[in-house]
């Protein structure tokens, strides 16, 4: 397979009530550092308020359940706190840097992995302060498939309504994309 792997991994929510979605997001990242992909193509947002959370009872680390392994150790962390937001995540998404963090910055023969954890509704991805709409995150697909920003993309959306986040996709670009939604 010729090109790069790209991977942009999201927990879209904060607090302790929402461990998972960042608990998701740092086993992810283990396994995809597991099978060869370097940190310079990986994008990782995460509010990153649970390792350290005064109800964590493993304080500075993120268990996971699978092997009671810290998770958290070595995650990059390129957007935080107050720069998980839906602007960043399309910036970050789309390769502009005008955020000053790392970006996704593929080409025609790369292939990209999105991976969103979190809280939706009917038709938007939910970051702690704002959201994300349908018509921004598609806008953005379209625009990316046609400045040949990918060969192929897969999302993987986990939140409360995420197929209808998927609706109005155009079918030019949904040869090139595999969805997988869970509502």
């Known amino acids: 397979m010729s090109g790069k792997k790209w991977i942009l991994l999201v927990a879209g929510s904060k607090g302790w009530e929402n461990y998972q979605h960042q ?8 396994i995809i550092k597991q099978h060869g992909i370097p940190d310079e193509q990986i994008v990782v947002m995460m509010y990153d308020d649970i390792a350290n959370n005064k109800e964590n009872p493993t304080n500075g680390s993120i268990i996971s359940v699978l092997d009671d392994t810290n ?3 070595g995650v990059p962390k390129d957007y935080t706190g107050e720069d998980v937001t839906r602007d960043n995540f399309l910036a970050a998404l789309q390769g502009d840097d005008s ?3 790392k970006v996704i910055k593929s080409g025609a ?6 991976y969103m954890c979190g809280l939706g509704t009917v038709g938007t991805f939910q970051f702690p302060e704002q959201s994300l709409s349908n018509a921004d995150f598609i806008g953005a697909i ?3 498939s046609q400045t040949a920003k990918f060969s192929k993309m897969v999302i993987f959306m986990s939140s409360s309504f995420s197929a209808s986040v998927f609706e109005g996709l155009s079918n030019s670009v949904n040869g090139k994309i595999l969805q997988e ?3």
Do not use: K
């Open 23 to 30: 608990a998701n997001v740092c086993c992810l990242y283990q």
């Open 71 to 73: 998770v958290h150790l």
């Open 99 to 101: 955020t000053g963090r």
């Open 109 to 114: 023969n790369d292939n990209i992995y999105i």
């Open 142 to 144: 379209n625009n990316m």
């Open 181 to 183: 939604n869970h509502n």
